[in-house]
């Protein structure tokens, strides 16, 4: 998974977590108490040849899941959903990639999104035991919906409207090329920021904006494709 793959994205980190609470409620419809315990910590991380040439993050749920050994349901559930929140909070404080060598579509993170939000809610649903887990893990996703393809849509209709170029270099043209090429949440922080710019016309504004948002000019730099 992160370790091995050598793309990975938000879409990709939620469709791996709601496959791998999938197969917990799998295992405890059929065996309540047969979920077993993950390995260590320790086991979980490791790098893979030079940082530049590879990721960083959790080596393969799948595997982990199978490697299991009996023990009280109950402890193992804390312990399966404390390793799933603080894999999410990991990558909601960004020390998880958020966009590695893969275009991802508006669409495809809001529908990704949608997706392990309502399999975590329906979790919450028939699983007592593990609803506050259910709700902190809630907390580190953005708010998917069905409406992610707007976003980059509403972008060209501002440039039409106002006859703003497609050209290459131009700020609006980026912009739309980062959402329909590299669309993570710091386009949210990029929007405000513009729309700061546009009502005082300072690019302090700009970039003031961009840093209440955790947005640097080397942050900027970084994605894949802009």
């Not at 490697?67 to 960004?94: C, L, P, T």
């Amino acid at each position: 998974a992160e370790c091995r793959w050598g793309h990975m994205t938000l879409m990709h980190r939620y469709n791996l977590c709601r496959d791998i609470v999938q197969k917990w409620e799998a295992k405890t419809a059929t065996a309540p108490s047969a979920l077993k315990r993950l390995r260590s910590w320790g086991s979980m991380f490791k790098t893979e040849g030079p940082r530049n040439n590879s990721s960083w993050s959790r080596l393969p749920s799948f595997t982990q899941l199978d490697a299991m050994e009996a023990e009280d349901g109950e402890q193992n559930d804390k312990e399966f959903w404390s390793w799933i929140f603080v894999w999410q909070r990991s990558s909601f404080i960004r020390l998880l990639d958020w966009q590695r060598n893969y275009n991802t579509k508006p669409k495809e993170l809001a529908a990704a999104t949608d997706s392990l939000a309502n399999k975590l809610c329906t979790t919450w649903k028939e699983h007592p035991n593990v609803r506050l887990w259910c709700r902190w893990t809630l907390a580190t996703l953005g708010r998917g919906g069905n409406r992610g393809q707007e976003i980059r849509d509403e972008i060209l209709h501002i440039m039409h409207r106002n006859k703003i170029p497609e050209q290459a270099g131009h700020f609006y043209e980026q912009w739309h090329q980062k959402l329909h090429n590299n669309t993570t949440p710091d386009d949210i922080g990029i929007c405000k920021a513009l729309i700061a710019y546009l009502r005082s016309g300072s690019m302090d504004d700009y970039w003031r904006v961009l840093a209440d948002n955790g947005i640097s000019k080397a942050r900027l730099a970084s994605y894949d494709r802009a």
